[in-house]
Structures are given as C-alpha cells and as structure tokens.
C-alpha cells in the first residue's frame, strides 16, 4: 500500500517534524482565527489540523518516549520523571533507561540519517546516524551532543537545553528574556543543521512553550493580564521563525507538528499522598520527616509519585511489601472509591481512575504504578509532601492536559495522517512512511 | 549485590527449563552469582524418592524452596524452574525468601499438547501417567506474579528479554547501560524538576 503511494505519487521522501511542547489543540485554533499566526494559519490549511491525545500519566517525559518509540509505556519503561526501584529508592529515568527503540534508530537501519534537536528524554546522548541534542532533563550539555565535535559550535552561540525555569518564580522579566533568547537559538542551529547535513528525518522540539504555560498560562486567558501581550508574542515569534526555517529548504519533505498534551488553567493543587495519608494508606516513620524517604514501607500500602502515579506496596514487587497479591483487588477498589468521592466545596477532583492493566501492556505492566489518577481540568496532582493540605494554591498558573493536544500533516497523504489519534501513533507514522 | 530467587512456575512444557537457562547464562556473564535449581534435576537427588501426590509435590517445593533461601541470603540469584502448581506453597516461599520474583510461564494446554517436548502428555493422555499436571492434576496460576511470559506468543528470546529487563527495572540486576548520575548532577535534576513543581 505504502510503496504503491510512493510510485503513483512520487512520494516526498523525508520527514519534517515540528514538536511543540504542551499546545493546546484549542489555543493554537484560537490563535489562527484571532489571526496572531499568519505562517500556520496558512500552513494549516493545506493539510489536517486536528487534536490527538496523550498517554498517561500526560507528562513530556512520557508523552515523547511514546511517541519516539511509537509504543506504549508498558513496553518502554517511562511512566514519569521519577521511578522507584524496588528497594524504595526515587530514580530519574533517562534515554538509557529507556527500553524500546526510538524512531531514529531503526531509520539507520536502512542508512536514513535524522537530526534530533531538543527532544526531551534523551539524554545522555548517544549514537546516532547524524545529530542528537538532547532535551529536558539534560543536566550538562557536554553530554547531550552527539557527535561531540559540535559543542564548540552550540557553545561559541550560547545554546541551552532549558530556560532557567527557576526564574519563573523569582523574575518574570527575566524568565522570559530567556525564554525568547532560548527560542531563537533552537532556530539558529535548526537553520544550520538543515543545511549541513543530508537528513531524511529532521525533527525540532521547542519546550519554551511548555515552560510559558506553566508560569503564564493564565496571561493568554485573560486578555488584561500583564503579560498577555508577551505571550501571544511568543507565539508570534514561533510562527515567524518556522516560517523562515521553512523558507530556506527545499520542498521534497512532509511537513509534521504536534505537541506532547494540552494546557488547561490552573485552580488547586491537589497532594496526593497526603490523602493517602490521611486515609491510613501511607504512614510516615515520624510526624516531623513527611518526605518521601520519611515514608515507614512497614506499615504503608500505597503511596505516590508525581502526578497521579499509585503504587501498592506489593509483596515481590518491593521489599518491604507489605500487600499480597490476594488483598490487591480489594486495595484497588478502596482507593478508587476514596478518590472518586473527593472534592473540592463540591466539585470533582477526579476524573478518571484506570488500572494498569487498562492502560498498559508489555513486559514493564509489572513494575507500573497500580493505579493511574487523572484529574479534572484545573486540580493539578502533586505527589511532593511540600505541602500538608490536600490543597494548595501555587505560583504556577497552568497544568498539563492529557486531550487537547494537537498534531498537523500536510494533506498528501491523508490516508496515512487520518489514523493518527494520539501521541503513539506519530511514531509510528513516520515508520510506515519510511517503511521499517 | 544482594541474592534474590527468581522462580519459574508453569506446565510442563511451558519453558520454564528453556529460559532458566538463558537468564542463568545472561546473569553469569554479567559477573552475578548464579544457581539453577531445575525440578527435573533435584527430583533425582534433593527430593528422591518422592512422587507426584499434592503431599510430596509440596514437599518437593518446600525443599526447593528451602535451598533457595539458603543461597539468595549469600549473595547468589537462586533460580527454580519447578512445576510448582499449588500456590499456597509458593507463596509460602515467597514469604520466607522476601527476596522473590515470581514468573509465570503461560502457555495453553492445547498448545502444550502440541509441542510435548517430552512426549509426556501423550502418555498422560491415554492414561500411562497418572496425576499429570494440566490433564489430570490441577494447576493453580499466579494472581499476581511480578512476571508473565506467554510462550505461546512469544518466541523465547522475547520472554528472556522481559524477565531481564524487568529485573532491571525493579532494581534486582543493575542495568547494563544504566546512566548513573553523580550526586551533583542528580542534585541538578532535582532543583529543574522543582523548578517546574514535578518533586
Ligand atoms: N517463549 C518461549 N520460552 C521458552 N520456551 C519456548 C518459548 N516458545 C517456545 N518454547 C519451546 O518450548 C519448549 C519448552 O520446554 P522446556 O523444557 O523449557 O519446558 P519446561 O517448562 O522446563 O518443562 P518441564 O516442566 O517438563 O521441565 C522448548 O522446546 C522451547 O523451545
Ligand atoms: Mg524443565
């Protein structure tokens, strides 16, 4: 089917992919029609522009090692910025955790060359047919470029993985001069790498986008808000440099954008070990130590890493189990029913509960979290103890959104772009297209 | 590196032999310590003499069992590959060892009677063996194993990789290309995933 496209239509042979992290769907329509984004609005209408959804939980870290291996978290591994091994101590998953192939690596299998800037959740960088920059969480850039006789390069230009998002909370001025600044480095390097290297698979991420909605989010929404004006800039500015990106190359590429999850508005922040505390669910050894490493695993059966991720503290599954296999069901149904009922004055927190097993399939089912929480828009799920309300009000104004995430394709092969529906499935198309 | 026991349970035939024996090879290369405890072996020294009632099937198991323990407290990775189709004893060992991987490895019935490796269950079939697990002798599965393997879909290698990469990830076998961070550089993560309220 593919190769019979690829005969009669003379199929454009490489790939362009523009991920943008954390755009609603919604935002970037409203945006078009307000008529804030020329470049895309005219783009946009040449191909399908439509909303895809993200896996759970809805967190860059996932969302993109889903859609960089075009499966689903049970088989490669990633269900958060943090995991926990089986003896209680808290990790940071990287690329090498990462257990499936990513896209790029089973292009060069048939000698395709691809450049990778600033995808998160790939770092450290390793090999690859042409050129990785690693994005979020990459902690030293030396360690982030592949090939390394680069770095002099993105060095003598001030390149950066990451804004400096502790500015969010202290300088907001300041916070988004970096912002702008780390945006238009990506696109200089973009523009170089475009040209120097004889890719088939190019793919840029920005992030500061993510980073705006988190610290700003509520600027877009209300339009008398200081920093209304500078957001939209922002967007302006992300037109206008895919424009010229654009401009320079040659047409024989499909052009492809999308985002990793939606944004939504903030309201509460919603700590949820502290009600599995305060249900009896988790103990802490002292009442002065309410921290993760405070937890006494004797005497807790359940506890949770950041968003909604609940573990039972299974017998096998860790060491100081505390739950066997026969109570499981039980457990389960007791904490679905704990967070189904809660609310704020009223309102539902909880939107959905899933087990595992609904969610996930493949070898790394067993060492993912039992339960998966996702929350109604505007109660952002915390697993930190920095708080000991279950709610809180924040500095942050936006939070992630598992639907409303967007994807975009240029039209020529609709029969291709109409099965996308979520994340995963971009991975998976850009396979087919190659065809490996 | 702390011992621990990884048992296989399953039908006859199911493969628990098989990939003992390819995560025994894998663990041994990678410098572990490594012991295999096949229940076709041991019933001809450990446990001679006992037969295939549900009192000398636990019997068997509990000496099985019993080794295992021994060994995972001295740093080894104790692997049993048993039948063992009563739950209750395996769970049994399970509290005793704490140090437990249970790995489940499915396969149907029908398809056992296909493959019979051994040319067991035609004999079961027709009646020449008695208390035959699966034809005539009960299996109990797992209710929640910390692995499946289902050898009816998967071929062997995919079955290994998943119990390797499952012990890995639940921190029984240190990953091979697992990226250590520094202290400091773990220090950094921290304060951006901070910055960005993930801790
Ligand atoms: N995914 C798989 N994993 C393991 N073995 C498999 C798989 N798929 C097919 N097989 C085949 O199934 C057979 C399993 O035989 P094996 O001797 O390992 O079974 P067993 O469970 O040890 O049986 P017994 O209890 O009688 O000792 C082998 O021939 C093996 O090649
Ligand atoms: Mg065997």
């Not at chain 2, 009646?127 to 879909?153: A, C, H, M, R």
């Amino acid at each position: 089917m593919i190769s019979f496209l690829n005969k009669f239509l003379k199929r454009k042979k490489k790939i362009i992919l523009i991920g943008i992290d954390g755009v609603p769907f919604t935002l970037l329509k409203d945006l078009i029609e307000r008529g804030k984004l020329p470049f895309l609005g005219k783009k946009f209408k040449e191909g399908i522009f439509k909303e895809i959804y993200s896996p759970l939980p809805e967190i860059s870290s996932v969302s993109w090692s889903t859609f960089m291996t075009g499966k689903n978290p049970g088989e490669h591994g990633i269900f958060g910025f943090t995991d926990v091994s089986n003896g209680y101590n808290l990790f940071f998953p990287n690329f090498a955790s990462l257990r499936a192939e990513p896209i790029w690596e089973h292009l060069q299998e048939k000698d395709k060359k691809s450049v990778i800037i600033n995808l998160p959740s790939t770092y450290p960088a390793r090999r690859i047919n042409g050129v990785l920059i690693s994005g979020f969480v990459a902690v030293d850039l030396n360690r982030a470029v592949f090939p390394q006789n680069l770095l002099p390069y993105l060095n003598s230009i001030g390149y950066k993985v990451d804004v400096d998002n502790s500015l969010g909370k202290k300088n907001i001025e300041e916070f988004l001069k970096d912002l702008f600044d780390v945006l238009e480095k990506r696109f200089i390097v973009a523009k170089k790498l475009v040209k120097d290297i004889n890719w088939d698979f190019f793919m840029l991420t920005i992030t500061g986008s993510d980073r705006l909605h988190h610290f700003l989010f509520k600027n877009f929404l209300d339009e008398n808000s200081p920093y209304h004006e500078e957001f939209i800039r922002y967007y302006k500015k992300i037109d206008d440099y895919i424009s010229d990106f654009l401009m320079g190359i040659k047409n024989d590429y499909l052009l492809l954008m999308m985002s990793d999850h939606g944004f939504t508005e903030v309201r509460k922040e919603v700590f949820v070990n502290n009600i599995l505390f305060e249900n009896g669910f988790l103990k802490f050894k002292s009442h002065e130590n309410r921290s993760f490493e405070g937890i006494d695993f004797s005497k807790t059966t359940a506890f949770a890493l950041d968003p909604g991720r609940i573990y039972l503290n299974l017998r096998g599954r860790f060491e100081r189990g505390k739950v066997d296999g026969r109570e499981r069901e039980k457990i389960v149904s007791d904490i679905k029913e704990l967070f189904y009922k809660l609310n704020f004055e009223g309102e539902k927190i909880i939107k959905n509960i899933f087990e595992k097993e609904e969610i996930y399939e493949g070898s790394f089912l067993s060492v993912a979290p039992d339960i998966i929480l996702q929350s109604e828009d505007g109660f952002d799920l915390k697993a930190s103890f920095r708080e000991i309300e279950i709610f809180a009000d924040t500095h942050f104004q936006g939070m992630h959104t598992r639907e409303n995430a967007f994807f975009y394709g240029d039209s020529e092969f609709e029969d291709l772009l109409i099965n996308v529906k979520e994340v995963k499935d971009v991975g998976n198309l850009i396979l087919d297209y190659f065809e490996v | 590196m702390e011992g621990f026991t990884l048992w296989f349970t399953g039908m006859s035939g199911a493969g628990k032999s098989t990939l003992a024996r390819m995560v025994e090879k894998e663990l041994l290369e990678r410098g572990l310590k490594v012991e295999v405890l096949d229940g076709d072996i041991v019933r001809t020294n450990l446990s001679k003499g006992l037969g295939f009632s549900k009192e000398d099937r636990d019997e068997n198991i509990r000496r099985i069992g019993f080794v295992c323990q021994l060994l995972s407290r001295n740093g080894v990775v104790a692997i049993a590959a048993a039948i063992s189709p009563y739950r209750e004893i395996r769970d049994e060992n399970r509290r005793k060892i704490g140090r437990f991987v249970e790995v489940y490895v499915k396969c149907s019935v029908d398809k056992l009677i296909e493959r019979d490796v051994k040319g067991l269950y035609k004999k079961a079939l027709s009646g020449e063996i008695k208390n035959f697990t699966g034809i005539s002798d009960p299996y109990e599965e797992p209710l929640n194993p910390e692995i499946v393997v289902d050898t009816e879909k998967e071929t062997p290698e995919e079955s290994f990789k998943k119990i390797i990469t499952t012990l890995e990830k639940m921190g029984y076998i240190p990953p091979l290309e697992m990226d250590d961070y520094s202290e400091e550089e773990e220090e950094k993560i921290k304060n951006k995933l901070e910055s960005l309220g993930y801790l």
